[in-house]
């Protein structure tokens, strides 16, 4: 089965990612582009199987893996006038040409398990949390784990804001838990309401589709619910 890649390189400066851009919340990381893109495989197996704990995968897990890349994109500052600049501007990070395409009602029905689904496993582990390891902040870390829930909902929050779809910002709860809550059942009411919706917005330099917004949804909460089971 051929799988359809996206390579991000220098996010955070440091890494690739290997976007499998049909499966959105599917991807791996590497130190360059061939490492993200030799993991990308095993990325796949692991999709497959975290779909098939909760339905039958649409995703076989025994089918041979064949990726391809479809395009690459180098991560870039750009200041307030939109210049590139070295550093401490803002990360333009990747549109893929497979963004442009509108979401379909398949996307969308899969969209919201697999959101369920990522959103139980971080509820998992943030409910066997003492209150001291809530506040956990180890060295070299930008926050507490309170933090760390507090960034999940404020991060989609505003990736639908991005497309003009979120509640005022002052709204946002400060509550972790109360915060990830509430942002979560605002993309539920949100993303039947963008079937078919061909929306590509520009801001601060960077595009916005909801296809994007979807990627980078389903890929943050996973990848922080991975950050904090690491901490504890």
């Keep these: 089965m051929k799988f359809r890649i996206g390579i991000e390189n ?4 440091s890494r690739s990612i290997a976007w499998v851009l049909e499966h959105p919340g599917c991807y791996a990381y590497g130190r360059n582009e061939q490492d993200a ?11 497959a ?8 995968s649409w995703l076989p897990t025994d089918t041979e893996i064949e990726t391809h890349v479809e395009q690459i994109w180098t991560d870039y500052d750009v200041d307030k ?16 040409e497979h963004d ?11 969209a919201l398990k697999l959101l369920a689904w990522s959103h139980a496993d971080l509820l998992a582990v943030l409910e066997k949390l003492t209150p001291e390891q809530w506040a956990v ?28 779809r979120a509640f ?24 039947p309401a963008l079937k078919d919706v061909e929306q590509v917005v520009g801001l601060e330099g ?12 389903l890929w943050h909460e996973r990848d922080h619910t991975e950050h904090i089971q690491k901490l504890i």
């Design 10 to 13: 220098n996010n955070e400066g």
């Design 37 to 47: 893109l030799a993991n990308s495989a095993q990325a796949i197996r692991e999709y």
């Design 49 to 56: 199987k975290w779909i098939g704990r909760h339905e039958t």
């Design 81 to 96: 006038n939109f210049d590139r600049v070295d550093k401490d501007g803002y990360a333009v990070e990747p549109f893929f």
């Design 100 to 110: 442009w395409k509108p979401l379909t009602a398949t996307d969308i029905e899969r």
């Design 137 to 164: 902040k180890k060295e070299g870390e930008r926050w507490d784990i309170a933090g760390i829930v507090r960034h999940i909902g404020g991060a989609e929050w505003w990736y639908l804001e991005r497309l003009g």
């Design 168 to 191: 005022p910002q002052a709204e946002l709860p400060k509550a972790p838990l109360e915060r990830i809550g509430k942002v979560r059942s605002l993309m539920n009411e949100v993303l």
């Design 206 to 217: 960077e595009l916005w589709s909801p296809r994007k917004v979807l990627r980078r949804a």
